[in-house]
C-alpha cells in the first residue's frame, strides 16, 4: 500500500517533469518517499536528457546488447548494489537478504520473450510525439532493471515505479500499428507476457507472503497473550 501511494505520485511528478515543472516533479518525489523510502531512486531518472537520447538503429542496436549483457554480468553488479541497500535499507528490506534467489535461465524464453517485447517498445518509441516519446523511454529504462533483480531482487522494486507505465505504452504500441494482423499479434503477445509476469510475480518466494496470502488488521492481533 505504502509503495503503491509512492508509485501514484511519481506517476504525478512525471506529469509536473512532462510540463517542464522540474521543481514541483522533485519536490512529489521527496513527498512520494515519506511513504517509500525507494521513491528517491527516481529524482536522477529526471534529469536524464530524454530530448537528446534518439531511438536510431545505432542506438536501438546498443539498447538491446546492454539488455542481453546484463543478463550476463549483472552478478558484477550485484555485490556492490547489496552492500549499499544492506547498510542504509537494510532494517525495510531485510527479507530480501534473508530469501536466497537461485538464477535459473532455463530455456531462455523467457528472456527472449523480453527481448521482443523491447524490439517493439524500441521500434514504436519512434512514432510517437513528443511528450508520449519522453514516457516510451523513461518505460525503456525498466528493461534494464530486469536482469539485475534476477541477482537483487530489491532492485525490482525500483522497476515498480517504471514498469507502471506499460499502462500508457501497451496501449499507444497497440494504436500505433497500422496492420490488423500485426496488431492482433502484438496485442496478444503483450497479454500472454503481462499474465505471465503477474502469475510470476504473485508466486515469487519473496512476494508470496505480502500479497498472496490474505491478511488484515486482525490478522496482527494476537488474543492469546
Not at 532455463?106 to 524490439?119: H, K, Q, R, T, Y
Not at 514504436?124 to 534476477?150: A, D, W
Not at 517504471?162 to 502484438?186: A, D, E, H
Request: net charge positive.
Amino acid at each position: 500500500m505504502r509503495q503503491a501511494l509512492a508509485i501514484s505520485l511519481f506517476l504525478l511528478a512525471l506529469m509536473f517533469f512532462l510540463k517542464r515543472k522540474v521543481i514541483y516533479s522533485v519536490l512529489t518525489i521527496v513527498l512520494a518517499s515519506l511513504f517509500h523510502t525507494s521513491a528517491l531512486v527516481m529524482i536522477p531518472i529526471l534529469f536524464v536528457p530524454y530530448k537528446k537520447l534518439k531511438i536510431s538503429s545505432k542506438s536501438s542496436i546498443i539498447i538491446v546488447i546492454t539488455f542481453l549483457l546484463l543478463f550476463i554480468i549483472g552478478d558484477l553488479f550485484s555485490d556492490f548494489i547489496q552492500i549499499i541497500t544492506k547498510n542504509y535499507f537494510i532494517t525495510y528490506y531485510v527479507k530480501y537478504f534473508n530469501n536466497e534467489v537461485i538464477l535459473i535461465i532455463g530455456s531462455g524464453l523467457g528472456v527472449l520473450s523480453m527481448l521482443i517485447l523491447l524490439l517493439i517498445t524500441l521500434y514504436y518509441t519512434k512514432v510517437q510525439e513528443k511528450k508520449l516519446e519522453i514516457i516510451f523511454k523513461v518505460f525503456l529504462l525498466s528493461f534494464f532493471l530486469i536482469p539485475l533483480s534476477l541477482y537483487v531482487p530489491l532492485i525490482s522494486r525500483v522497476g515498480f515505479y517504471i514498469s507502471v507505465l506499460s499502462i500508457v505504452v501497451y496501449p499507444n504500441i497497440i494504436f500505433s500499428v497500422n496492420s490488423n494482423l500485426k496488431r492482433g499479434i502484438i496485442l496478444w503477445f503483450i497479454i500472454i507476457i503481462t499474465l505471465y509476469n503477474f502469475n510470476v510475480f504473485f508466486n515469487s518466494a519473496i512476494w508470496r507472503e505480502d500479497f498472496l496470502i490474505y491478511k488484515t488488521i486482525i490478522s496482527q492481533l494476537s488474543f492469546y497473550d
